[in-house]
């Protein structure tokens, strides 16, 4: 398939041009995205209709990590973190400019802990076998502190050195979407899926949408649809059949963002022992640190889940507990909620935390496909088997899948598996990085940064409308550039510029750009530690 333009104009004229889709895949997040991209690039007529933007929801609040989960291991769960190990070898090969190895260390304040947690990661070593990204390693009491002198040395023994990976979530999501249109695939934002059309047989055979930007309706036929809509998979799967028993449990976690002072280096902590049997990381990130998560059931949904007192107060708790500092609410630069969609257990419980991170895929009667479950790092093992079951629901032509190979955009070939530090600024724009650069030689202007504490500038901004389909302040600083998820209080200085430069951009008047900007407030403020009331914001 011929590539389609990254930009919304061009992609809507392709709802007009194409009679009949091989492959619609409802959600934009890591798993529709990832199955769009399969589809794509194995030559199907696919479309992708995300409700809101690009990773809008979980994708882009993960804890920033590519692996194949410790606490897995410990659970047993050995298919599971073989599967992630090797898929996250696949990342890093195939998205170096995103995906960076990252160390770790698990402090040992006994040599219990030394010999139990070594034994344990050895054993995942073993598991990613010729992906490993480094050997476990036992660092004395004295290198420890030299590479963490902000954690408590009280009865240190030493500790764990073990690697995995960290990324950009929102970054890899916009990338894999662009690789899709390279493809041949159509992706869109801000199209909703409003019901599903069905045969005189009860089987589905396309999709009511509607473009929210501009209210058209469309009625767009399709081979066979993919439910790939995360936590929201239920509403979708009531589309088909009303009477639908639930198939998640969904699971809120939190993060904290604090001042790299906390933690500064390269290496990330590891708590492996929290009061509530869960895992706990601090990461350095993009100039910071993030810390958590937390692992709270969740009976309400919301496109912008806000994090609850409790979770803020056991995550700095907690931390509290290994460094020399105690993080105050008062050091929270941001702190975000993002909402897991774990596939809900036949046997009833409360815990969340126990629930496998393992996928499901099933079939309606009807036709229709759900994928739900699982986690980032397996997005792409996920689609694969997604756009096998669509083959075989809509008898399309037999191709082998061809991810496991293939770039993502802005993959530059040499660096493939060699990058070992945390990427950030330019960086993180791969092989467009050149182009942007190009941008600001042509227009000087546009070198100007955003805000004194960032190295993001005008040029950025410009290029994501013209060159990622940014359509918002929200999708410019809270995902395009991660501004609001490092630090809420920026953000909300640097909205009013922002919006003037996307108005320009998209030709916008000035009461938009004050639309945006009122919208954008109302949003950052519950991503500063004060906030305990829930925005107002419309679900799906």
């Not at 769009?36 to 194995?42: G, I, K, N, Q, T």
């Not at 998640?248 to 902590?269: C, E, I």
């Amino acid at each position: 398939m011929p590539a389609t333009p990254f930009n919304r104009e061009a992609m809507l004229r392709q709802l007009a041009e194409v009679p009949e889709w091989d492959v619609l895949v409802i959600g934009g997040g890591s798993t529709g995205l990832g199955t769009a991209l399969d589809a794509a690039s194995r030559g199907y007529k696919t479309l992708l209709l995300e409700q809101s933007d690009f990773a809008k929801g979980t994708s882009s609040r993960s804890t920033k990590l590519v692996h194949g989960g410790v606490r897995y291991l410990a659970q047993g769960n050995i298919r599971l973190v073989f599967e992630a190990l090797r898929e996250r070898g696949l990342l890093l090969r195939n998205a170096p400019h995103v995906v960076s190895v990252q160390p770790f260390v698990i402090p040992c304040y006994s040599w219990w802990q030394r010999f139990f947690y070594g034994t344990g990661l050895t054993l995942y070593d073993l598991l990613a076998g010729r992906y490993s990204l480094g050997r476990t390693s036992w660092w004395s009491r004295k290198t420890v502190l030299e590479q963490m002198p902000t954690i408590k040395s009280e009865n240190l023994k030493g500790g764990i050195v073990y690697y995995d990976g960290q990324f950009d979530d929102a970054r890899l999501a916009l990338n894999i979407a662009q690789t899709c249109a390279e493809q041949g695939g159509t992706v869109l934002n801000y199209v909703r899926v409003t019901g599903l059309m069905k045969g005189a047989d009860g089987n589905v055979t396309g999709v009511e949408a509607q473009d929210l930007e501009s209210g058209q309706l469309y009625t767009l036929k399709a081979k066979a649809v993919v439910n790939a809509t995360g936590v929201y998979v239920d509403k979708i799967l009531q589309f088909d059949q009303p009477a639908q028993k639930p198939l998640l449990m969904p699971s809120q976690g939190v993060h904290v963002v604090l001042d790299k002072s906390f933690l500064p280096g390269d290496t990330a902590l590891m708590i492996p022992e929290t009061p509530d049997g869960r895992v706990l990381f601090a990461i350095p990130w993009q100039g910071q640190v993030l810390v958590g998560t937390t692992d709270t059931p969740l009976q309400e949904l919301s496109l912008e889940p806000v994090a609850l007192d409790a979770e803020i107060n056991f995550i700095l708790q907690t931390a509290g507990t290994y460094l020399l500092k105690a993080p105050t609410r008062q050091d929270v630069l941001s702190v975000h909620a993002g909402l897991r969609p774990l596939a809900a257990p036949d046997s009833k419980t409360g815990n969340t935390k126990e629930i496998s991170r393992s996928h499901k895929l099933l079939v309606a009667s009807s036709g229709l496909i759900t994928i739900t479950g699982g986690k980032w790092t397996t997005y792409r093992q996920m689609a694969e088997e997604t756009v096998n079951a669509a083959i075989q629901v809509a008898g399309l032509p037999d191709k082998t899948c061809l991810t496991k190979k293939l770039p993502i955009h802005g993959a530059i070939p040499e660096q493939s598996g060699q990058s070992s530090s945390p990427l950030s600024g330019l960086s993180a724009y791969g092989s467009d990085a050149p182009d942007l650069q190009a941008l600001t030689q042509s227009e000087p202007e546009l070198a100007q940064k955003l805000h004194p504490d960032f190295s993001y500038t005008l040029a950025e901004v410009v290029w994501a409308v013209r060159h990622e389909m940014a359509r918002t302040v929200e999708d410019m600083l809270a995902r395009r550039l991660r501004v609001l998820f490092l630090d809420a209080r920026a953000a909300l200085e640097i909205a009013p510029v922002v919006a003037t430069v996307l108005a320009r951009e998209l030709s916008h008047d000035e009461v938009w750009q004050r639309e945006q900007v009122t919208a954008f407030e109302l949003l950052a403020k519950y991503y500063l530690p004060q906030a305990t009331e829930k925005p107002a914001v419309r679900a799906l």
